[in-house]
């Protein structure tokens, strides 16, 4: 960890991160507290029908002892499917799996080659202002659904609710430029 377990630099990273952006904050909570422990597969479906499957992988490290060579020893490693009492990936997953959804948005958008890699897109030149007003439109749909609400409920199988901090976000996102502006 970058300052350190229980240190005073620590716990002021956490109090400026809340006083910054405290709505991410709370959402990064609600992901995690989403935690099933011992849950092997998390599994959710994206509003355009996407189903997004996370494995929770473990690597194993085990010693073998081979008889016939000696009693030779040797240490294998590999990754075994094996759910976990506590995780913490579970908000970079779902963080992930949204960003995934919005460059299918943005691709079903546009008529033309696109080639996305993560959160970047590439177009000929010609095309960049209407993958800018794309990407515009996709920020804004997205932000008025209740997406997390719907993410948060299919991975602990009950009804979540989660109040928008911000209801008129999808206008001021449509009123960008640029929807990080």
Sequence with gaps: ???????????????????????????????????????????????????????????????????????????????????????????????????GYIAREIARKCPFDLLAIHDEFLAHPNNMNFVRTAYIDAMADTAEIPLLESILSQIRKEEVKVEKYDTSLSDKIRLSNYSIS
Excluded at 11 to 23: D, L
Excluded at 35 to 51: A, N
Excluded at 67 to 93: K, M
């Design 1 to 99: 960890m970058v300052f350190g377990k229980g240190t005073p630099e620590l716990a002021a990273f956490y109090e400026a991160q809340y006083a910054i952006a405290p709505g991410a904050v709370e959402c990064m909570n609600w992901m995690q507290a989403s935690w099933q422990p011992f849950q092997d597969i998390y599994e959710w479906v994206m509003p355009d029908g996407f189903t997004v499957r996370i494995p929770v992988i473990q690597t194993c490290k085990q010693k073998i002892e081979v008889d016939e060579a000696d009693h030779t020893t040797f240490q294998y490693q590999t990754d075994v499917i094996c759910g976990t009492e506590e995780g913490i990936s579970l908000a970079a997953n779902i963080t992930h799996s949204v960003d």
